[in-house]
Nanobody
């Protein structure tokens, strides 16, 4: 059974940085595209980024492009999300998810079949 466990969330000031990790088990990370989503209080879950199984292509939401970087270490079964220049509006619970394919990066949640429990990122001054 696929399991995904996020960590690395914290409270930081605007302009700060964090690195989120998603350790997976029960499947081979290298066989799947993977995504990051976030959900702010009172709002719907939205896609943040995606990376294909090869790691050679991906997608980022316009709101985070240039600030957030997605990477993967298949040998360590770990997906990462580097968050730089954090803004107040980045406050949310961040989730990693396994896509239903290897090469297709999707921003639609229904295209993902396994999810982690989330890690909280709070940006406040």
């Amino acid at each position: 059974q696929a399991q995904l466990v996020e960590s690395g969330g914290a409270s930081v000031q605007p302009g700060g940085s964090l690195r989120l990790s998603c350790v997976v088990s029960g499947f081979s990370l290298g066989a799947y595209a993977m995504g990051w989503f976030r959900q702010a209080p009172g709002k719907e879950r939205v896609a943040v980024s995606c990376i294909t199984a090869s790691g050679k292509s991906g997608w980022s939401a316009s709101s985070v492009r240039g600030r957030f970087t997605t990477s993967r270490d298949d040998a360590a079964n770990t997906l990462y999300l580097q968050l730089n220049d954090l803004k107040l509006e980045d406050t949310a619970t961040y989730y990693c998810a396994r896509a239903q394919s290897a090469g297709y990066c999707s921003g639609v949640g229904s295209n993902y079949d396994s999810w982690g429990q989330g890690t909280q990122v709070t940006v406040s001054s």
